[in-house]
Structure formats: structure tokens, C-alpha cells
Nanobody, 123 residues
């Protein structure tokens, strides 16, 4: 049984920073591609950042240059460093894992999900 648990969300002013963490338990974390997705009220879940098992990353256009994802395989933890936050970054942020080494862009191609953590950016 694989379990993912996000932490680090909260309320921040525009221009501020937050770091999200996702602790993964269960199977071999280092073999998985991982991803961050977010969902705002009334909107579809969208890709924020994904990372392959070897550390190759891809970012959604709206966060390029502001967000960085990384993984610590020794700690079974995925991170999302968010900087220069904007009100449009507000939403529930989900960590996801995929039973393949390569990442995917579509959230339906991820097999495991965390419960989500709320990020609210005030203007």
C-alpha cells in the first residue's frame, strides 16, 4: 500500500514563498515518477510540475521560472519550492505517484494521490 502525505500549505501574500513536501511510504519511491498538480474551485486539475525517477523535470507554463520540484530518494520525499507566488496560484495542491520511471502530463496517468494541501495567495 502506497501512501502520500502533503504538508507545507498555508496562506501567503503575493510575492511570497512556500515549500510543499510530500512524504511517500510503501513501495520503492526511487523507482516512481512523481508529480504536483493543483485544483482551484470550479477548475480542472492541472499540472504544476513533474519529475522522473532520475530527476528530469517538467513545469506547467504558468509556474515556469517560479516553482522548482525536487526529490530526496533517501528520505522518500518530494518537494515543491514555490516563489513569487500569485493569487492565481491559489488552490489545493496534490502530490501524485506513477508506477513508471517516466513522468506523464495527464493526471489520469498517476496511480497514487495524497489528500492535498491548501495554498492560498492573497493580493
Amino acid at each position: 500500500q502506497v501512501q502520500l502525505a502533503e504538508s507545507g500549505g498555508g496562506l501567503v501574500q503575493a510575492g511570497g514563498s512556500l515549500r510543499l513536501s510530500c512524504a511517500v511510504s510503501g513501495r520503492i519511491f526511487s523507482s516512481y515518477a512523481m508529480g504536483w498538480f493543483r485544483q482551484a474551485p470550479g477548475k480542472e486539475r492541472e499540472l504544476v510540475a513533474v519529475i522522473s525517477s532520475e530527476g528530469t523535470t517538467y513545469y506547467g507554463d504558468s509556474v515556469k521560472g517560479r516553482f522548482t520540484t525536487s526529490r530526496d530518494n533517501a528520505k522518500n520525499t518530494l518537494y515543491l519550492q514555490m516563489s513569487d507566488l500569485k493569487p492565481e496560484d491559489t488552490g489545493v495542491y496534490y502530490c501524485a505517484g506513477r508506477l513508471f520511471a517516466n513522468y506523464a502530463y495527464n493526471p489520469t496517468q498517476y496511480d497514487y494521490w495524497g489528500q492535498g494541501t491548501q495554498v492560498t495567495v492573497s493580493s
